[in-house]
């Protein structure tokens, strides 16, 4: 069974940044992509960061030139560097991955809870 378990969140104030980690218990190379997704209170998830395996990203406008997204193979690791937060960007932040082959199976972490204080 394939797990995704995120950590780095925390409280920050405006202007700082934090590091998001999401760990898989299996080779990310076999994910078609993984990304990052958050829910802030009385909205819908959002996809924030993408990556594919080829390592294409893409960012939902809001974030571009502010948080980058990048994969470690070696570690099965990917991470989200968010810089020049602000409290616009509180929200629990989930780690996703999807595979396809036999259907397409996606799978998502716990969720790490980001709090940016004005």
């Not at 994910?31 to 924030?48: H, S």
């Not at 990203?57 to 990917?78: H, L, P, Q, W």
């Not at 780690?95 to 036999?102: E, K, M, V």
Request: proline share 2%; glycine share 14%.
């Amino acid at each position: 069974q394939v797990q995704l378990v995120e950590s780095g969140g925390g409280l920050v104030q405006a202007g700082g940044s934090l590091r998001l980690s999401c760990a898989a218990s299996t080779s990310i190379a076999g994910f078609d992509a993984m990304g990052w997704y958050r829910q802030a209170p009385g909205k819908q998830r959002e996809l924030v960061a993408s990556i594919t395996r080829g390592g294409t990203s893409n960012y939902e406008d809001s974030v571009k030139g502010r948080f980058t997204i990048s994969r470690d193979n070696a570690n099965n690791t990917i991470y989200l560097q968010m810089n020049s937060l602000n409290p616009e960007d509180t929200a629990v932040y989930y780690c996703h991955g999807y595979r396809t082959g036999w259907g397409r199976n996606d799978y998502w972490g716990q969720g790490t809870q980001v709090t940016v204080s004005s």
